[in-house]
């Protein structure tokens, strides 16, 4: 593949769209894994009583919450891999079509 | 009650030598299989997601995390998950950020995306060092942890253990290379989630299987406080600079983006990081059960008792509930979980010598296939040895303070230049140099004056350095050094290359 071809396929808006979307898809999901981990170090740091409330019986607040950031830091890359099985992965095929044709 | 941990325990001795037994026939198995560099440093590419996700997981499942979690759960409580979540939260970041580009740039180690664009030879010199730093300190807190936790467990004396280890995982990488590391990485991971899962199981039990149950009996026991956030996170700063360690450091663990380069393509890569955060958020739940069944099935007096870190929590709770046959077979999965993770270090260490620096610096990227197999190995027994060495030096001592250093220059010398190196197209050689070594210095500065090693292993009345993790400090800037550097500097010829790189980055195009 020469370079003028790489070239443009940089300018070609499908690629154009391809790249824009991976882009913002990782960076929603990076902020919110940021936002969820950091928010629950923060609730640690500045709202021990709130954790410490009683939920039923002895399980506290912060139970659920610490286990939930597990859970959803494993929901988002689920997410993140069903977003590119769908959506990316025949962007990318469209695109390689372009190049090989 | 009485225990036998620490006795010589021959269903552990059985168990463990079955692990053995089995791993070493996988080992002259994938030696046939293990003659090209990419069949040494990346099993052929062979590996699926699904297999890539378990060995993932059982390269980053120490045993430290099994039994000092677990620990950590029922000496002190809540404080224990807080903990654990920390360990969890890279692997989000290294799918969306840094997998799939990883996979298509690359060939076998990160430095090869860092130098894609750049200048060899510096790239890969000062990405070699970092890799180096963070394999060794981290390999270091590993062997200590393992000739402790096995004279603990065996009552093995401890210079035994630690030569027992690094013979074994020489072993497994010099003869069987990736694909060996592989597989005794997925039976160990199979191995300990089975293990973990048994455990939950017979304690929940004990509770009727009602998780509230469980901890209204270690709240009656501890109080109230122990299902609380205690001492863990003061100072919010302090907890902020941990956090950014440990989450941008597992995205810049070496022996954990190498394996990215055994699967076949980037949607692989992809599957595989989905599967191993599953597997590893599961078993930190797991082991947060385990600490709280230990806490009150078992006692912390008891626990405490044996081992003051609470160390013996896991294998403890398994000898009250499923007596002698499950305590000796919890300890030979101990064992087998540290082979694992010393043998993915000690492959990533050695490709960094021998694909980086000794191809990419001394031969300046010209070497025969045959030739750098031969480098390789002789790097890993030169790696394994120097493990072993390490390893008896520092008996005896605080080595805690190692593990968060390995995270600190993963995350500031490490990260920060391969995500640059990626995304940003005016990244220059002399601004990613400046970068890894600003990271590379800083964190290891900082973390010698910090009250980690400062205060609590030279025993200085107080800090010169005030967080207890530099990560925060150092990882920015990293960043700020890189970006400047690369503004103050032009290379015309990264520039240009920047069109393939993002090619290949988005679409694979190219991709080995």
Same mark, same amino acid.
């Given at each position: 593949m020469s370079k003028k071809s790489a070239h443009e396929i940089l300018e070609d808006e499908e690629f154009k769209s391809l790249s824009k979307q991976k882009d913002t898809v990782s960076l929603i999901l990076t902020l919110l894994e940021l936002f969820i981990y950091f928010g629950f170090i923060s609730l640690i740091a500045f709202n021990k009583p709130f954790l410490a409330s009683?939920?039923?019986?002895?399980?506290?607040?912060g139970i659920p919450i610490g286990i939930g950031v597990i859970v959803l830091s494993w929901i988002l890359t689920g997410i993140y891999v069903n977003w590119a099985n769908k959506k990316y992965d025949p962007m990318v095929e469209n695109v390689k079509n372009k190049i090989g044709g | 009650m009485q225990t036998v941990i620490g006795q010589t325990n021959p269903v552990a001795i059985f168990f463990f030598l079955l692990f053995v037994a089995v791993t070493l026939a996988i080992t002259y198995w994938a030696a046939k299989r293990t003659r090209t560099t990419k069949e040494f440093?990346?099993?052929? =590419?062979?590996?699926?997601g699904f297999q890539n996700g378990l060995a993932l997981a059982g390269d980053y499942m120490s045993a430290a995390s099994f039994l000092g979690i677990a620990g950590l759960v029922s000496t002190k409580g809540y404080d224990g998950l807080i903990y654990s979540v920390g360990w969890l939260v890279g692997w989000p970041i290294i799918m969306f950020l840094i997998a799939e580009p990883l996979r298509n740039l690359g060939k076998y180690t990160f430095a090869d995306v860092v130098a894609y664009r750049l200048n060899q030879r510096p790239i890969r010199s000062a990405a070699a060092l970092g890799s180096i730093i963070t394999v060794l300190t981290y390999l270091t807190a590993q062997m200590v942890g393992a000739g402790t936790l096995i004279k603990l467990m065996f009552g093995l004396p401890y210079e035994v253990a630690v030569v027992i280890v690094g013979c074994l995982m020489i072993a497994y990488v010099l003869f069987g290379g990736m694909l060996a590391t592989t597989w005794v990485q997925i039976i160990k991971a199979v191995l300990l989630l089975g293990g973990a899962t048994l455990l939950v199981i017979l304690t929940l039990a004990q509770f009727g299987f009602n998780y509230g149950e469980l901890f209204s009996q270690a709240a009656q026991r501890y109080g109230d406080k122990f299902l609380e956030p205690g001492g863990l996170v003061t100072n919010p700063v302090d907890a902020f600079s941990l956090g950014l360690a440990l989450m941008f450091g597992t995205a810049g663990l070496p022996h954990i983006l190498m394996r990215f380069y055994t699967v076949p393509n980037a949607k692989e890569a992809r599957k595989s990081v989905f599967y191993a955060t599953g597997f590893i958020g599961y078993f930190y739940i797991l082991t947060f059960t385990i600490g709280f069944g230990a806490a009150v099935l078992v006692g912390q007096d008891i626990i405490k008792g044996i081992d003051k870190g609470g160390n013996m929590a896991a294998p403890l709770l398994a000898e009250v509930l499923g007596g002698n046959i499950f305590l000796g077979f919890l300890a030979a999965v101990a064992f087998a979980t540290i082979l694992a993770v010393v043998a993915g270090l000690t492959l990533a260490g050695a490709s960094a010598l021998s694909h980086d620096l000794y191809v990419g610096v001394i031969r300046k990227g010209q070497s025969a296939e045959k030739e750098e197999v031969k480098v390789a190995k002789v790097a890993t027994l030169i790696l394994g040895i120097t493990a072993i060495f390490l390893g008896i030096i520092f008996k005896g001592q605080n080595v805690a303070f190692m593990v968060g250093l390995a995270f600190a220059v993963a995350a500031s010398a490490n990260f920060p230049a391969l995500f640059m190196s990626i995304v940003?197209? =005016?990244?220059t050689t002399k601004g990613a140099v400046a970068s890894i070594l600003t990271g590379l210095v800083l964190a290891t500065v900082l973390i010698i004056l910090s009250p980690t090693v400062w205060v609590d292993v030279f025993k200085n009345p107080s800090p010169i350095f005030p967080l207890k993790n530099p990560g925060l400090i150092s990882m920015a800037a990293a960043f700020i050094v890189g970006i400047a550097v690369s503004l103050a500097t032009r290379e015309p010829s990264a520039e240009a290359k920047f069109e393939e790189e993002k090619l290949r980055t988005y679409v694979g195009i190219g991709a080995e």
């Open positions: 009683k939920l039923s019986g002895a399980i506290t607040v | 440093y990346a099993a052929g =590419r062979s590996i699926t940003w197209k =005016r990244f």
